[in-house]
């Protein structure tokens, strides 16, 4: 019971990890240190966001 209990955490451990390649990791801290200007709809979705939490 103990071993298909560690391999079932093993295979859930496992599908956590996302892989990127090399390109796909630089675009996302270029992301990450230089956001884009939210657009519209993000704007509308923060604004009812706040109108429906306060």
Known sequence: MQS??????SIIEKDKI?????KDAQL????LE???EPNSKLK???K?????IQ
Request: charged share 20%.
């Open 4 to 9: 298909a209990l560690e391999k079932a955490e």
């Open 18 to 22: 996302i892989y990127l390649s090399n």
């Open 28 to 31: 996302f801290f270029d992301m």
């Open 34 to 36: 230089n956001p884009p």
């Open 44 to 46: 509308n979705a923060v």
């Open 48 to 52: 009812n966001y706040r109108a429906n």
